[in-house]
């Protein structure tokens, strides 16, 4: 089980007792629950299953994680009628400051492709 020692080291003070890791899907999974957030986001991934998740947060969403930076891509499904540029913007942000809240990270950069509008009601 490689993937149980995968991922980011936090820096903690001089007085640690340990590390800590974080795994990328932890990482992936901030991402995509920060995303969800998001008014006029309608899914992650580049599928059209409905709306997003709290099974599968991480869907749609990759990231590379170094020792003490992180970059993340995501695939979104807009609602229709929102701004594009507005939305995506707005998903940037909120992903980068959650992320570098709740892990310490340093987001080099978020990357949005727009997979598709939701046309539907609800």
């Given at each position: ?20 890791r ?64 507005a ?36």
């Amino acid at each position: 089980m490689a993937d149980e020692t995968r991922g980011a080291q936090v820096r903690q003070g001089k007085d640690k007792i340990g590390e800590v890791r974080i795994a990328d899907e932890v990482v992936a999974i901030i991402a995509g629950l920060a995303a969800s957030e998001v008014d006029g986001v309608d899914s992650t991934g580049s599928g059209f299953t409905g709306k997003l998740s709290a099974k599968n947060p991480g869907k749609g969403v990759k990231v590379a994680v170094t020792e003490d930076h992180v970059s993340v891509d995501l695939t979104l499904s807009i609602k229709y009628g929102y701004s594009i540029p507005a939305v995506c913007g707005q998903v940037q942000e909120k992903v980068a400051a959650a992320i570098e809240n709740m892990t310490g990270l340093v987001v080099l950069d978020v990357n949005i492709r727009v997979a598709g509008v939701n046309m539907s009601e609800g």
